[in-house]
């Protein structure tokens, strides 16, 4: 009579161990600090039941979480192992979020800050973060590589957090990354206009409309206690509508920045941007689905697509049955607030910043033009034009699309975008900024507005609003983070005071004077992506393509 006993706590022993086995291979458990080495590679994974090479960052999808404690030193080796003929070889990592004050040659932007790391050759970032704790990632910023894979989450944790007291978990088990993941390699779908991810992963695992039953991640909780879930939309292209059946919970911090507690039960989180968010686990012990529904057409839950499995201790290990009901408290940006030293910079009111900015953005046969100028990367990053001695915008490449900006001044920019494509997450390295205008908000909020890194355009009619002082010399990519859009030009570089750069980041490494001249010669065969077959494979898949390009 006790055999089927037994035998059911066999078959959930087994099961047990075939998710501790998975937890263990999941970035979870491989966890680096500030200083340490990472190595870019490919490998073939599945991550949603389809095998594909990828471009990997010590072989894992996502890469390994990367921890530090407030006011660590950073020193990341940066080791390019890449081989595959089929995707790019040379490398470059942004570290997104850190405002690298004096350091922007380790900021890690390919043709901005540095040349490409190549092939069998590395780079060592140094770099602190004096003032900053909250959530980051990193991602390759060389063309479109994050897309096959170069990307991971960073967390830099403050010992004392003014909003500790909510919480009782706080490690890696609570960072989720969100992602959309390909099986056509990027090299390829970037010659294609619009083109669309085959699923999303939630902490690397999905299952992509008519693929198998493949494993989900699983987030477990125990009944009674708090958790600081560390939200990371590692997206190439779409944003995610996040919830978790039958649970609200409390945002606390935005880009790495704290907020004023607000309770939500869904947010929409763009490609770049982070949210801390308190879950209380005080339902009854069970599965819930937990969901993350890409703004793709035709998306959905069926098949267990776009989730992930919030697992109770003690719950049986088998999937969700809860139902997803419409939002009842969805998460508006304009009721976010920074906790500490709330206030937009310099004078209230529309227009009256130091320098006032308006950019517009069109999109035409799916080339991307700010103020009529299509961003092209540089031969030689701006950076290195600055340190050379090249000060004023008509000296600065790419011409049209670098703004020189003098020092110490609050700047003001609006920003609107027509055409398809949109809405479009904006990112501005180097800084953050206080969003006083949301998109598709008449007012403005000079008062308490959310301070962050990466807000939302909006869509066509639609503008965006934002402040930031001019207080870390420097070129500064300004850019949309679809990748796919800034791949097609939709960028701007900020110069903020060059005549004052070469003394602001002194001094610069010897090997980030190597990078350029081992960079430049490189043969079209070692720049990989390739080459004329990744168009060819384009024109394959859709008739819809950019003209042919050269590598980047």
Known sequence: MFTPILI?????????????SRSQSSPQSTVLGPQTTITIGNKVIAPDGFERSATLVNGIFPGPLITAQKGDNFAIEVVNELEDETMFKSTSVHWHGIYQNGTNYADGTSFVTQCPIAQNHSFLHTFSAPNQAGTYWYHSHYSVQYCDGLRGALVIYDPHDPLAYMYDVDDASTVITLSDWYHVVAPVLRHIIGTTANSSLINGLGRYAGGPASDLAVISVEQGKRYRLRLVAMSCDPNFQFSIDGHNFTVIEADGVLTEPLVVDQLQIFAGQRYSVVLVADKPVGNYWMRSLPNLLGASFVGGTNSAILRYQGAPQVDPITVNTPAQ??????????????GAPGIPGYGNADINLNLQVSNVGGTFYVNGVAFKPPTVPVLLQILSGAQDPSQLLPNGSVIVLEANKVVELTLSTTGPGG??????????????QSAGNSAFNYVNPVRRDVVSAGGTGQQMVIRWTTDNSGPWFLHCHIDWHLDAGFAVVMAESPSDTAAHVNPVPQEWDQLCPIFDSLSPSQLGGGGRFAYEEAANITTLLFPPSPLP
Not at 423 to 436: E, R, S
């Open 8 to 20: 059911a706590s066999l078959v959930s022993l087994i099961d047990a161990a075939s998710i501790v």
């Open 329 to 342: 408290n969805q998460l508006a940006e304009t009721n976010l607030h920074a906790l500490i030293n709330p």
């Open 423 to 436: 809405p479009h997450p904006i990112h501005l390295h180097g800084h953050a900024f206080d969003v006083v």
